[in-house]
């Protein structure tokens, strides 16, 4: 079992930035890919970023491109997301998620069902 507990939302003024980390325990992080995803009221959830187990490969949603980078310290056993020039749009709960993928391509790492680990959401609001 891996718990998963994120951090650092909170309330920010438009082209602001946050970072969110996202603390592991239970087993280490080392062997899982992680997703950071976001879901606002009334929409579906929706992939964000995501990193290989090693680190070597990042994905991003076009809509975070350029803006948001995801990063993992595996000693820490700690992903992060470091958000800026954040937007309006981007408020909403984000979730980060481990998932053993071992598949190249980005499509398994933008899919909610490839992670079988979620923590609990964070809040982040971004105001105009």
């Known amino acids: 079992q891996v718990q998963l507990v994120e951090s650092g939302g909170g309330l920010v003024q438009a082209g602001g930035s946050l970072r969110l980390s996202c603390a592991a325990s239970?087993?280490?992080?080392?062997?899982?890919?992680m997703g950071w995803f976001r879901q606002a009221p009334g929409k579906e959830r929706e992939f964000v970023a995501a990193?290989?187990?090693?680190?070597?490969?990042?994905y991003y949603a076009d809509s975070v491109k350029g803006r948001f980078t995801i990063s993992r310290d595996n000693a820490k056993n700690t992903v992060y997301l470091q958000m800026n020039s954040l937007k309006p749009e981007d408020t909403a709960v984000y979730y980060c998620?481990?998932?053993?993928?071992?598949?190249?391509?980005?499509?398994?790492?933008?899919?909610?069902?490839?992670?079988?680990?979620w923590g609990q959401g964070n809040q982040v609001t971004v105001s105009s």
């Open positions: 239970g087993r280490t992080l080392s062997n899982y890919a």
């Open positions: 990193i290989s187990w090693s680190g070597g490969n990042t």
């Open positions: 998620a481990a998932g053993r993928i071992y598949y190249s391509g980005t499509y398994y790492y933008t899919i909610p069902g490839s992670y079988g680990y």
